[in-house]
C-alpha cells in the first residue's frame, strides 16, 4: 500500500523557520518526482514546490522562492521542505505528493501555522 | 488576471451531469495543456481524477470511475470535467491543475453541490 506521511508542523512566528519531513512507503521512492502543495484554512490549493526523482531539477512557486528549500534522501524514502523566514501567508496544510504528470498519491497533510 | 479561473460553486440534481469548466487566461492556448483535476472532500487530502489533453492523450486515475471524464472546448479556451449520473458522494471540490512555465497552478477550485 501506497502511503506517505508528512510531519514536522506546527506553530511558529513570523521569521521563524520549520522543516517538514514526508517519508513514503508502498513504492519505489527513488523513481518518482515529488511535490509540495499546501492548502490555507478554507481555501484552495497551492502548489509549492517539485524536486525531481534525482533531484536535479526543483521547482519553486514565486511566493515561496528564496525562503523554501525542497529535498529528498532516496536511501531514506524521505521528502523534505526546509522553511525560514516565515509569514503569516504561509499558514496552511501542507501535503506532499507523488509524482508531477499527474500528482497521483497524497499524504494526510501537516498543519503549519504562523502567529506571534 | 488567474491562470487558471473556475467558477466557485455549481449545483446539480442527483442522475444529471455536472460540467466543470476551467478557463485559462488569455495568451495560454489550452490546446497546447495537459489538463490535470483532482477531488477533494471535506477533512481529506485531494485525490487525482484525471488527465485530458486530447482524445488520445488522456488517462483515468486508479479506481475512478468512468462516469468521470475530460475534454476540451478550444473556442472557450477552458478543460472541462464532466461528471454523469450525479452521486451524492460526488458532493466535493474539484481543482483543475496545468503545468506552466516550470511551475504546477491550480484553478481556485468549484464546490459541487448535489441536491
Known amino acids: 500500500e501506497v502511503q506517505l506521511v508528512e510531519s514536522g508542523g506546527g506553530l511558529v512566528q513570523p521569521g521563524g523557520s520549520l522543516r517538514l519531513s514526508c517519508a513514503v512507503s508502498?513504492?519505489?521512492?527513488?523513481?518518482?518526482?515529488m511535490n509540495w502543495v499546501r492548502q490555507a484554512p478554507g481555501k484552495g490549493l497551492e502548489w509549492v514546490s517539485h524536486i525531481s526523482s534525482s533531484s536535479t531539477t526543483i521547482y519553486y512557486a514565486d511566493s515561496v522562492k528564496g525562503r523554501f528549500t525542497i529535498s529528498r534522501d532516496n536511501a531514506k524514502n524521505s521528502l523534505y521542505l526546509q522553511m525560514n523566514s516565515l509569514r503569516d501567508e504561509d499558514t496552511a496544510v501542507y501535503y506532499c505528493a507523488r509524482g508531477g504528470y499527474p500528482l497521483d498519491c497524497w499524504g494526510q497533510g501537516t498543519l503549519v501555522t504562523v502567529s506571534s | 488576471q488567474a491562470v487558471l479561473t473556475q467558477p466557485s460553486s455549481l449545483s446539480a440534481s442527483p442522475g444529471a451531469s455536472a460540467s466543470l469548466t476551467c478557463t485559462l487566461r488569455?495568451?495560454?492556448?489550452?490546446?497546447?495543456?495537459?489538463i490535470y483535476w483532482y477531488q477533494q472532500k471535506p477533512g481529506s487530502p485531494p485525490q487525482y481524477l484525471l488527465r485530458?489533453?486530447?482524445?488520445?492523450?488522456?488517462?483515468?486515475g486508479s479506481g475512478v470511475p468512468s462516469r468521470f471524464s475530460g475534454s476540451k472546448d478550444a473556442s472557450a479556451n477552458a478543460g472541462i470535467l464532466l461528471i454523469s449520473g450525479l452521486q451524492s458522494e460526488d458532493e466535493a471540490d474539484y481543482y483543475c491543475?496545468?503545468?506552466?512555465?516550470?511551475?504546477?497552478?491550480f484553478g481556485g477550485g468549484t464546490k459541487l453541490t448535489v441536491l
Open positions: 488569455s495568451g495560454i492556448n489550452v490546446g497546447t495543456y495537459r
Open positions: 491543475m496545468i503545468w506552466h512555465n516550470s511551475a504546477g497552478v
Open positions: 508502498g513504492f519505489s521512492f527513488s523513481s518518482y518526482s
Open positions: 485530458y489533453n486530447s482524445d488520445s492523450d488522456k488517462q483515468q
